[in-house]
């Protein structure tokens, strides 16, 4: 049983100066021929239960409360969602009206992008909204009673000083939400940001800055009653992100949408990207899949180990024993070699990254690279 649907909105408003996601500007596009070709690639789902759906970009509140009525109503008809149901959404787009409209099709949860409040550092990142916004935002939610937010935020900004992250902690302090995502700023080819990077126009912090940000931004947010449960996300506690746990305990789920994946029965499968290119795979054919790639049983281990271990508690090793056999006999050295070397530790059935061995996360996973 899958218990996890993701659906991509490719569309924003604004197009911001680090974003390498699949999305486009909004003006001019065919919304609603591409929420034709959506909604038939969600009709062409047989399973009509899930445990929970999360609605991405893009901005899904690029979308009008028209569109997003319509979206939502055919959700509804088609899946019964017995656990969460989050949307992603832009502080400035996410009206009183809009809001009523995912509210009355049961969403219960809202994933906000703050990135930060400094109003200077959100027009260098090109946001849309401005400070104030986000406090509107959080005042809409609050009025109908929507109060299972996470603030989604960025670290390591051009120009960005640990005073900003003591604003960032004060604001998340005063305003309680139940999920922070915490993201250190990465530089991604064919945005605004590289380019600036490589005519010298811009620098960002070199990775000593970085990792004392990092562990400031996880210090911070665990005196304030946040523990990180992943690389970058934190939660009081039950308000982890259940859908995106899914992607980490390496479980199935669909994706639906211009440039999504899905992860079923071994198999995963990429969609056309261009919007163009999706609608009229769709009307052509019914088929949107561009790409599948079947895992081997190396693959699927060595991603089970690379994804668990990025949430606090880990990999569970039962539960990797009931998928592919024993660990112990796959990765019996790998775990010897890395609990020596203090990166690694093992606790009540799990095997998980110390604090010293998330610093240098990427070198463990690739010692779980096998021949
Ligand atoms: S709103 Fe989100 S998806 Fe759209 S450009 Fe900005 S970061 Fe990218």
Same mark, same amino acid.
């Given at each position: 049983?899958t218990? !996890?649907l993701?659906? /991509?909105?490719?569309f924003?408003?604004?197009?911001?100066?680090?974003?390498?996601?699949?999305?486009?500007?909004?003006?001019?596009?065919?919304?609603?021929?591409?929420?034709?070709?959506?909604?038939?690639e969600?009709?062409?789902i047989e399973?009509?239960?899930? *445990?929970? +759906?999360?609605?991405?970009?893009?901005t899904?509140?690029?979308?009008?409360?028209?569109?997003?009525?319509?979206?939502?109503?055919?959700?509804?008809?088609?899946?019964?969602?017995?656990?969460?149901?989050t949307?992603e959404?832009?502080?400035?787009?996410?009206?009183?009206?809009k809001?009523?409209?995912?509210?009355?099709h049961?969403?219960?949860?809202?994933?906000?992008?703050?990135?930060?409040?400094?109003?200077d550092?959100?027009?260098?990142? @090109? *946001? &849309?909204?401005?400070?104030?916004?986000?406090?509107?935002?959080?005042?809409?939610m609050e009025?109908i009673g929507?109060?299972?937010? !996470?603030?989604?935020?960025?670290?390591?900004?051009?120009g960005?000083t640990?005073?900003?992250l003591?604003? !960032?902690?004060? /604001?998340?302090?005063s305003?309680?939400?139940?999920?922070?995502?915490?993201? &250190?700023?990465?530089?991604?080819?064919?945005?605004?940001?590289?380019?600036?990077i490589?005519?010298?126009?811009? %620098?960002v $912090?070199?990775?000593d +800055?970085?990792?004392r940000?990092y562990?400031?931004?996880?210090?911070?947010?665990?005196?304030?009653g946040?523990?990180?449960?992943?690389?970058?996300?934190?939660?009081?506690?039950?308000?982890? &992100?259940?859908?995106?746990?899914?992607?980490?305990?390496?479980?199935?789920? =669909?994706g639906?949408?211009?440039?999504?994946?899905?992860?079923i029965? @071994? %198999?995963?499968y990429?969609n056309?990207?261009?919007?163009?290119? =999706?609608?009229?795979?769709?009307r052509? &054919?019914?088929? +949107?899949?561009?790409?599948?790639?079947?895992?081997?049983?190396?693959?699927?281990?060595?991603?089970?180990m690379?994804?668990?271990?990025?949430?606090?508690?880990?990999?569970?090793?039962? *539960?990797?024993?009931?998928? =592919?056999?024993?660990?112990?006999?796959? =990765?019996?050295?790998?775990?010897?070699?890395?609990?020596?070397?203090?990166?690694?530790?093992?606790?009540s059935?799990?095997?998980?990254l110390t604090?010293?061995? *998330?610093?240098?996360?990427?070198?463990?996973?690739? $010692?779980?690279?096998?021949?």
């Amino acid at each position: 049983m899958t218990e !996890s649907l993701y659906i /991509h909105i490719p569309f924003c408003n604004r197009i911001c100066t680090y974003c390498d996601f699949n999305k486009v500007l909004i003006k001019n596009q065919p919304v609603d021929q591409y929420l034709d070709a959506l909604i038939a690639e969600l009709e062409g789902i047989e399973q009509t239960n899930f *445990r929970t +759906v999360f609605v991405g970009g893009g901005t899904p509140t690029a979308l009008t409360e028209a569109q997003l009525d319509r979206l939502l109503t055919v959700i509804n008809n088609r899946f019964d969602i017995t656990e969460e149901f989050t949307f992603e959404a832009n502080p400035d787009e996410l009206t009183p009206g809009k809001l009523d409209v995912l509210n009355t099709h049961g969403v219960n949860r809202v994933s906000l992008g703050v990135q930060t409040f400094n109003e200077d550092l959100l027009k260098v990142l @090109g *946001r &849309s909204h401005g400070y104030r916004d986000i406090f509107n935002a959080i005042d809409h939610m609050e009025k109908i009673g929507l109060n299972n937010y !996470s603030l989604d935020l960025m670290y390591n900004l051009p120009g960005e000083t640990m005073d900003d992250l003591d604003d !960032s902690l004060s /604001h998340i302090a005063s305003l309680k939400p139940k999920h922070v995502s915490w993201y &250190s700023l990465i530089i991604e080819p064919h945005t605004v940001f590289y380019n600036q990077i490589k005519k010298g126009k811009m %620098t960002v $912090d070199d990775d000593d +800055v970085e990792a004392r940000k990092y562990l400031y931004v996880i210090d911070g947010l665990d005196a304030l009653g946040y523990p990180q449960y992943e690389i970058s996300n934190f939660s009081m506690p039950q308000y982890e &992100s259940e859908h995106n746990k899914t992607y980490w305990k390496n479980e199935p789920y =669909y994706g639906v949408g211009a440039g999504s994946h899905g992860y079923i029965d @071994g %198999t995963r499968y990429y969609n056309i990207k261009p919007v163009n290119h =999706y609608i009229e795979a769709m009307r052509e &054919s019914g088929n +949107v899949v561009k790409e599948k790639i079947i895992l081997e049983k190396k693959a699927q281990m060595e991603e089970e180990m690379f994804l668990g271990l990025r949430m606090n508690k880990g990999v569970d090793m039962a *539960r990797f024993g009931q998928k =592919y056999g024993p660990i112990e006999d796959v =990765y019996g050295e790998v775990l010897a070699r890395q609990i020596a070397a203090g990166h690694l530790e093992q606790h009540s059935g799990y095997v998980s990254l110390t604090q010293k061995g *998330r610093l240098v996360g990427n070198t463990v996973f690739m $010692d779980f690279l096998l021949d």
